[in-house]
């Protein structure tokens, strides 16, 4: 099992691969057979390819992650509740997520699931 210093730095690599727009970091994060799903309720992608191919759209939208408090970590678990700061269709907007990572005993994120829906999003 990962240890909570192992899980808190992978969420800092993961809003640092926003920072620098590096969905090949972001995507390197995760296992061979990882899940994302992003809104939860969003069909999943599944894999490497699909996940780096997330992972491209999403920072082409100039999305960047601001934790908003402290990462929260419980047996192979994390969650963490962020604002994502990016441009959609033209606007400015920041979306209010609390994300979750699931983790293998390699320390690599199995799965992603991202928690928001209209009311969190602010132009």
Known sequence: MPTPEQMQAAVHAY???????????????????????????SPPKVGQAAI???????????ARLHLTGPIRV???????AMQVRLNWDGKDMAIDVIDTFAFDDAGKVT????????????A
């Open 15 to 41: 809003v640092e691969a926003f920072e620098k727009q590096d969905p090949a970091m972001a995507a390197a994060l995760f296992a061979d057979n990882a899940v994302v799903e992003d809104p939860i309720g």
């Open 52 to 62: 780096l191919e997330f992972y491209t759209q999403s920072m082409a939208t100039g």
């Open 74 to 80: 419980a047996a192979a678990h994390a969650a963490f």
């Open 111 to 122: 799965l992603m699931q991202a928690y928001f829906g209209p009311g969190n999003m602010h």
